[in-house]
């Protein structure tokens, strides 16, 4: 029996993504997308607002974060983590390996409004999908390449996995913070 491994690959995030966690966005609001559940928390936030030492972004809005990152990291906003699923998890990997748009923490255009955000989100998770659903065997088997730094000559397939995981991982941080909100005292 033979496998197809792009379409296991492929599925295995789009059951994720079909039945957790983009029906756990829905009603998303502004407010909750910007909230802060503990002060200092790392949020996306007018340009020249920021506390943060890296403000990346351009046009209105800015994300905040450092290089190296403390320790412990600060605790991060729906819109952080959006903003770092967006142009981190897909839409740089969209860029670098399948021509999509291209994304940048420092260039990207952060957006001020749930909606926004997840619109954004809907394009760069359709940018990477059909990127990893358009490998072949030979495809998943290839280095990812130098954009990937020291991943350069791991599979492919290592990295649809990896990108799998984190958008699990994120997506599960942003359900957990959503309950919060719904939950919290005044």
Not at 86 to 102: K, N, P, Q
Request: hydrophobic share 40%; aromatic share 8%.
């Amino acid at each position: 029996m033979s496998i197809d491994w792009t379409t296991t690959l492929a599925d295995q995030l789009d059951w994720h993504w079909q039945n957790q966690l983009r029906p756990r966005l829905d009603g998303l609001t502004d407010e909750e997308y910007l909230w802060e559940p503990v002060p200092g928390a790392w949020n996306v936030r007018p340009a020249g607002t920021g506390s943060a030492p890296i403000q990346g972004g351009s046009g209105e809005m800015r994300i905040d974060f450092a290089f190296p990152e403390p320790d412990p990291a600060p605790v991060t906003t729906i819109a952080w983590r959006l903003g770092h699923v967006i142009v981190g998890c897909l839409g740089a990997r969209a860029h670098s390996h399948f021509g999509a748009t291209e994304y940048d923490y420092m260039t990207h255009e952060y957006p001020a409004t749930a909606e926004q955000a997840l619109a954004q989100l809907d394009t760069a998770y359709g940018q990477r999908m059909g990127g990893v659903r358009g490998l072949d065997a030979a495809g998943l088997a290839a280095p990812v390449g130098p954009a990937e730094g020291a991943w350069e000559k791991e599979p492919m397939a290592v990295l649809v996995l990896h990108i799998n995981r984190e958008l699990i991982h994120h997506g599960a941080e942003i359900a957990l913070l959503r309950d919060l909100y719904a939950h919290r005292t005044p």
